[in-house]
């Protein structure tokens, strides 16, 4: 039997009924893990080892070796924690699966990094809908480790917080900056640019063609433009941002984002794969293969 994720209910909208994960905290049920699991962890972690050589960043693969995940056997967070708590501060909870916005953020502003505890089967190797462990903690938890990163990631909890408060248009431009950072941020390194963010990391074949088709922009990070950036959530990125460090993140990040939330909620969003002419850019995208419509 497989392991499965424990939906506590099931809740009628408007598309139909959708699974409610409970937000409660859980223990890694570790010793449930199936052979099946650890399977399907082994062959996406060693997939993921060669395709990541020359493409993810120097930083990244550092921190991986450093926490000492290895293809053997899915990770127990307790042993990722010894570390990661000496290391950063961080800690690694069990969670059924996505969050609601308030507990997620809440969650990293103290330091608590929420990984779903259940992996995916083996028939969703390539892609499935929404985050699992190997995505979790293959993609997330290694620049945990580095304490700048760190540091973004709390503060970015924070000031989740904040723009929840704000309203659910602050809270609009503060996710597009998780999505093209976090989950889709390219880093421009000596020996070229690479990959840190973890929804590419995560991804065979995002990790190939993020880096090397002409098809995306690629271009300069800018914190304002990235929030009034539309996204894909269904398709390859149209666009990466590229940042020159993770100080740079961090820097750019650190000011009072209330008066740019303000100044933002007068101004247009751009389309998920405009060019603008004051973008830095590295790559202009050919297109090809873009979908006209579903940026969200
Ligand atoms: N400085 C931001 C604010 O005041 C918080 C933040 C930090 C947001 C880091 C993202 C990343 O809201
Ligand atoms: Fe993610």
């Not at 995002?206 to 894909?232: K, Q, V, W």
Request: aromatic share 12%; glycine share 8%.
């Amino acid at each position: 039997m497989n392991a499965v994720p424990q939906r506590v209910e099931h809740q009628m909208t408007d598309k139909g009924y959708v699974p409610v994960y409970t937000t409660a905290v859980v223990e890694q049920p570790w010793d449930q893990y199936t052979e099946t699991d650890h399977q399907v962890w082994a062959t996406l972690f060693e997939r993921q080892q060669k395709i990541l050589v020359g493409r993810a960043s120097d930083e990244f693969l550092r921190t991986q070796q450093a926490m000492g995940m290895s293809a053997g056997r899915i990770p127990k967070f307790d042993d990722l924690n010894r570390m990661l708590r000496a290391a950063t501060g961080w800690e690694l909870i069990g969670v059924e699966g996505l969050l609601p916005e308030l507990t997620f953020f809440e969650h990293l502003a103290n330091r608590r990094f929420p990984v779903t505890w259940w992996i995916r089967k083996p028939e969703q190797l390539d892609y499935l809908a929404e985050p699992d462990l190997f995505h979790d903690l293959f993609g997330h938890v290694p620049l945990l480790m580095n304490p700048v990163f760190a540091d973004y990631m709390a503060a970015y909890g924070a000031g989740g917080v904040k723009a929840h408060g704000i309203g659910p248009e602050a809270l609009v431009n503060l996710t597009r900056l998780y999505w093209y950072t976090v989950e889709f941020g390219l880093i421009r390194e000596a020996g070229g640019l690479r990959i840190y963010g973890a929804g590419i990391l995560s991804s065979k074949g995002e990790s190939i063609h993020c880096l090397e088709s002409a098809a995306p922009n690629r271009i300069g990070f800018d914190m304002e433009r990235i929030m009034r950036t539309r996204y894909r959530i269904d398709t390859y990125q149209k666009t990466y941002f590229v940042i020159d460090s993770y100080e740079q993140l961090m820097d750019a990040t650190r000011p009072d984002f209330t008066p740019i939330y303000a100044r933002l909620a007068t101004q247009e969003s751009f389309p998920a794969g405009q060019v603008l002419d004051t973008d830095t850019v590295y790559n202009r995208g050919t297109g090809e293969g873009w979908l006209s419509d579903g940026d969200v």
